[in-house]
């Protein structure tokens, strides 16, 4: 599964859109871009996911550029309760007899400020 | 729909006993996948389990081992714990492991601490 590249360490203020970006430059056509969040100390929590097209659920919305090399997770009325790591995970699809595990990076600390 | 559940939420053990963690997977889920997380650190794969049957495995020796159920519940055994296996264990399941996005869903964690 391609690496991806994620900035340590954001803030948002309440209210406003967070935008989180991820780099995977070397993403193959047939690999998801995932993204999860851990709250302190609790289990990761699923957000979205998408292969090329943009997304969008009732938690937030990812863009993926063209050439998918580049993504971004949008959260578009940050709360405090936001405030948590952010992990953008490319994984590709599994197969028979293989397990696709998701490999985790260092994430994005986003802090949502009052 | 239930969600994942894990047991114990939090455990205490000494250097070289054995310990057994247990998993209910979501409803209608039949993949249970096991992760190791080291504090200030991203999830770590253990293994995975499909049909009974262990299904992948990551980078951890033998004496991490694991059972899945009929009922695709799972269990997650270490054996002569050692203080570097002081961690957040945390029990994903989803639906179907081959040719699908198989989207995981997380348990909570069960918090073990090695004295």
């Known amino acids: 599964d391609a690496k991806t590249t994620q900035p340590p360490s954001m803030d948002c203020a309440e209210g406003r859109a967070a935008n989180l970006p991820c780099n995977h430059s070397?993403?193959?056509?047939?690999?998801?871009v995932y993204w999860y969040r851990q709250i302190h100390s609790q289990g990761p929590q699923y957000i979205i996911h998408?292969?090329?097209n943009n997304e969008t659920n009732e938690m937030a919305s990812l863009i993926i550029t063209e050439d998918r090399k580049s993504s971004t997770l949008i959260l578009p009325h940050a709360t405090l309760r936001d405030t948590a790591v952010y992990y953008c995970?490319?994984?590709?699809?599994?197969?028979?007899?293989?397990?696709?595990?998701?490999?985790f990076g260092s994430g994005t600390q986003l802090t949502v400020l009052p | 729909e239930t969600g994942v559940t894990q047991s114990p939420t939090h455990l205490i053990k000494t250097r070289g006993q054995q310990v057994t963690l247990r998993c209910s997977s979501q409803s209608g889920h039949n993949t249970v996948s096991w992760y190791q997380q080291a504090l200030g650190q991203g999830p770590q794969f253990i293994f995975q389990y499909y049909r009974e049957e262990e299904n992948g495995r990551g980078n951890f020796p033998p004496r991490f081992s694991g059972l899945q159920f009929p009922n695709y519940s799972s269990e997650l055994n270490v054996n002569a714990l050692e203080l570097d296996d002081s961690a957040l264990y945390l029990c994903?399941?989803?639906?179907?492991?081959?040719?699908?996005?198989?989207?995981?869903?997380f348990g909570p964690g069960t918090r073990l601490t090695v004295l």
């Open positions: 994903a399941s989803s639906r179907n492991p081959s040719g699908t996005t198989d989207t995981q869903y």
């Open positions: 995970i490319v994984r590709g699809l599994s197969s028979s007899g293989s397990a696709r595990q998701l490999t």
């Open positions: 998408g292969l090329k």
């Open positions: 070397t993403i193959s056509g047939n690999e998801y």
